[in-house]
């Protein structure tokens, strides 16, 4: 959508970090087994201080460490999780589960985040400085994950073997994402400013996929319900769609889009009453 | 001595021996009821306090699916189904996942926490014994068995339809020794088979294809073997039809059948003291009857046709029932029964999978999500409590979930406390969709079971119709030392208190199995070991032989050799044999 507008009319942002105490997790040694750090939340660490942050247990493979074996905790955790900003210095691609569930507060990750980042949040906000692993914010509820790098496979997506996947809160990618953004989606926001691989809104229920770049193949396939906007060259279109309209403006719950598109429904290869809409750039894809 | 212990001044609720919340202690010693302990053994016996609580007989589950190929089929194709729920490892316990459908080890540390002992696999399809044995195996704490499916079995459906009732009794007793199970299981008799060429039978005189037997003539020979046998338990019967609106009528008719077949139970056993005739007087055990009890036409019009078939049981003194109950929420419906698997795939689209079992059976797995708005849903939760509370006496029905199909064995305190207390009732029936009242009769019941009827309903009825009362269901003399003990006093019991009820039955105080304290408020405190039991059934070595010529022979068109066929009881942790007499 090289033309495109996007026009946010909402923004949900917690409370500023101004009114928040900090805590900072500062690494301090090279990790080798992926960390499972789902306690790394502004829920988990609320009332806490510095000392009883860094009891808190993580597994490693088949066994479970002190978080201050992994990380220098700094300063102390608000008294809720809603005053609670989590700070990591440095690298975390290989801390998995990080904001799993979190309601409230912010988490801000000074480099790339593992695999699970924001799985199944619920409110509150993390930023992402670099790249983000698979799964992020798999099963989001609400809140904002922000990813200013690139994400893998699965953002937003289902879990294996589950057809619900994020179902509210918003995802913003300033990168690229990789394969099955948002699959099986029922609610919420993912915004791609890059390009996203195969399968993009496969099985997607509801909410809102844009994507300003490109798409490789599969976009909304068995798709139900929902809206996906591709700005950029689809490689191959999905068969199941047909063609709707022309329209020059699209939107979606608080959302607007201004650029020319033209308008599909589908995906009719699994269900004659699918109501998927898929809006596609008219002069990225001249041939459709 | 190892397994000794005292249970003192609870409320005993022993219903096959007339105990009906006698405050008295409980002696166990060696891992079965005695009369009393020595003051020497007392000195050194554990002793449990269960002053102010409800003491019972340790619960036993006779249709449950727990171990095979297509219960594990259940836990790999649902990965969602394990990720949130998950067990720790401890010093004692081994890790686990799933909730609709656990692993093993997480299956028997559940059930024991729950307060049972004893749980029989519902089915067992001869080539997947050897699979279901590994898993009984593996299974801690609990006492099993399995119940083997034979009603579309290709060599007894050819015996069938030639009248040749003797080799058919012969072909069962050596298929229950073969393959180490204990009963025979019937399921959707002849429509299975015609599954296999995608099709389903839909009355009691349609002939499958091929083998032109009915699922009356299956449903009426193997009765007769049944009985001609001594089998320790009636026929265990899935009706045909299941799962379809109006499908009540022929579970009706299905159950008049048997009528008039009489009972013999003829096994070579040591009985527990029991005040009741500890013997089966049951011909046929209707399983899940919730499933099998659809009125109406489509789901448009359906309603619960409980009624009718409650009516019919009530007057007749053959049948028995398990209720297939559904609690609401997740489950993994999952059944020999695969066009009816398929049905519900086409309803639903979810992932399916379905299997043949070569000469045999067949089988579904599908997940399920019973939803209180969902109208039909909402209707089977109501007929599933008809089931348990239409049926005057108690003696005549088991409470089951079918699990995991109805929903998994771990809402029973659900189940239980619905039958117990009216005001659950209301409660669930303010949340769920007006169908559940307005389309079955359970709005106008205000019978609610007692402690007493609770007790029959998950042990002593269970043990009674599956002929396992000689050393389970009850807590006479010579039974084996199960016993549950609930932080429930009887004497102030508010059956409108149902929070207090669910929280009590979800963890037992107590969980004793053969003397030794397994678990104490829900925590597993010890392992000891477990039985897998078995029907040796005995017929004439002549007969035996006959009939196996002829397996031999048709051996050819299976995929493995005839040798590999049979269990080996190293398959079984302390497999325990009951011998059957059969015509000896």
Redesign the interface.
């Known amino acids: 959508m090289t033309e495109g507008v996007l026009i946010h009319k909402k923004t949900e942002t917690g409370k500023s970090a101004g009114e928040m105490e900090e805590v900072t997790l500062i690494p301090k040694k090279a990790i080798d087994i992926k960390l499972e750090a789902d306690v790394i939340t502004p829920d988990s660490f609320a009332g806490k201080s510095a000392a009883e942050i860094g009891m808190l247990s993580v597994w490693q493979g088949p066994k479970t460490y002190p978080l201050s074996d992994f990380f220098e905790v700094v300063g102390k955790a608000g008294s809720s999780a809603a005053e609670t900003l989590i700070r990591i210095k440095g690298d975390a691609m290989r801390i998995k589960r990080i904001g799993e569930g979190m309601s409230a507060g912010k988490i801000e990750i000074e480099g790339s985040a593992g695999m699970h980042v924001g799985t199944g949040m619920k409110g509150g906000e993390i930023v992402v400085y670099g790249d983000a692993d698979s799964w992020a914010g798999m099963e989001m509820l609400g809140g904002l994950l922000h990813i200013k790098g690139n994400a893998g496979d699965h953002v937003g997506c289902?879990?294996?073997?589950?057809?619900h996947g994020m179902k509210g809160g918003r995802i913003v990618i300033e990168g690229s994402a990789r394969h099955q953004l948002g699959g099986g989606m029922d609610g919420g926001e993912i915004l791609v400013e890059g390009n996203v691989e195969g399968f993009c809104g496969i099985r997607q229920n509801g909410g809102l996929i844009v994507v300003n770049g490109r798409a490789l193949r599969g976009v909304g396939a068995e798709m139900a319900g929902g809206t996906i906007v591709i700005g950029g060259k689809i490689e191959r279109f999905s068969p199941g769609f047909e063609y709707v309209s022309m329209e020059n403006k699209v939107t979606s719950g608080e959302i607007e889009l201004i650029g020319d598109f033209k308008k599909f429904t589908g995906d009719y290869a699994i269900s004659k009453r699918a109501k998927g809409a898929l809006y596609v750039s008219i002069n990225a894809n001249p041939e459709l | 001595m190892a397994g000794t212990i005292a249970i003192k001044n609870g409320y005993v609720f022993d219903p096959l021996n007339e105990i009906n919340g006698e405050k008295m202690d409980i002696f166990i010693r060696g891992g079965k009821v005695v009369k009393e302990l020595s003051a020497a053994e007392m000195k050194t016996s554990k002793v449990i306090d269960a002053s102010g609580m409800t003491v019972m007989p340790g619960g036993v589950d006779s249709h449950s699916h727990v171990a095979g190929a297509k219960v594990n089929a259940g836990r790999s194709?649902?990965?969602?189904?394990h990720?949130k729920a998950n067990l720790k490892k401890t010093a004692l316990t081994h890790s686990g996942s799933g909730y609709t459908v656990p692993s093993v080890y997480k299956q028997g540390y559940d059930y024991a926490a729950m307060g049972y002992t004893t749980v029989f696999e519902a089915a067992v399809p001869p080539l997947e014994a050897r699979h279901t044995h590994e898993e009984m195996c593996a299974t801690p704490l609990l006492d099993m068995g399995g119940y083997l499916v034979l009603g579309n079995n290709f060599f007894l459906m050819r015996y069938l339809r030639n009248g040749d009732m003797e080799k058919a009794a012969a072909y069962v007793a050596w298929m229950m020794k073969t393959h180490k199970t204990y009963g025979i299981k019937c399921v959707n008799p002849a429509g299975v088979e015609n599954w296999a060429w995608g099709k389903n039978i839909h009355s009691l005189d349609e002939t499958n294809i091929h083998f032109e037997v009915t699922p009356r003539e299956i449903i009426k020979g193997l009765t007769e073997i049944n009985e001609t046998l001594g089998m320790p338990m009636p026929l265990h019967l899935h009706a045909n039809n299941l799962g379809h609106p109006g499908c009540y009528a022929i579970t009706k008719d299905s159950l008049k059948i048997p009528d008039g077949v009489k009972t013999k139970q003829n096994m070579d056993v040591e009985w527990a003291e029991t005040k009741m005739d500890p013997s089966r007087d049951r011909s046929v055990y209707l399983t899940h009857m919730m499933f099998n009890s659809f009125a109406g036409t489509t789901w448009a019009d359906c309603e619960s046709g409980v009624k009718d078939i409650t009516d019919y049981i009530n007057n007749r003194d053959h049948v028995v029932i398990d209720s297939g109950c559904t609690p609401f929420g997740e489950a993994t419906v999952m059944t020999g029964d695969g066009p009816a698997i398929h049905d519900i795939y086409a309803l639903t689209g979810?992932?399916w999978s379905n299997t043949d079992v070569e000469m045999e059976c067949g089988s579904g797995v599908i997940p399920f999500t019973y939803l209180k708005s969902n109208p039909v849903h909402s209707l089977q939760w109501a007929m599933g409590l008809e089931c348990l509370l239409l049926i005057n006496d108690p003696w005549k029905t088991i409470m089951t979930t079918d699990s995991p199909n109805g929903g998994p064995f771990t809402k029973y305190p659900e189940v239980m406390t619905w039958i117990m207390s009216e005001a659950f009732r209301k409660q669930t029936f303010s949340e769920c969709h007006k169908w559940a009242n307005d389309r079955s009769a359970l709005g106008g019941v205000n019978r609610e079971l007692s402690l007493y009827d609770l007790a029959i309903l998950t042990r002593a009825n269970p043990a009674k119709t599956i002929g396992m009362v000689h050393r389970k269901g009850s807590l006479g003399v010579g039974a084996d030392g199960d016993v549950t003990v609930y932080n429930i006093n009887p004497q102030q019991l508010d059956a409108n208190n149902y929070e207090a009820l669910l929280r009590a039955f979800r963890k037992a105080e107590y969980t004793v199995k053969g003397g030794e304290i397994v678990a104490v408020k829900g925590e597993i405190v010890s392992l000891p070991e477990k039985r897998t039991y078995y029907s040796e059934v005995h017929v004439e070595n002549e007969r035996e032989k006959e009939m196996l010529a002829d397996v031999k022979e048709w051996f050819r068109y299976y995929t493995l050799g005839f040798a590999n066929y049979p269990t080996p009881e190293k398959y079984l942790e302390n497999p325990t044999p009951i011998q059957v007499n059969g015509e000896r």
């Open positions: 289902a879990y294996r073997g589950k057809w | 194709m649902r990965p969602e189904d990720y979810n992932k």
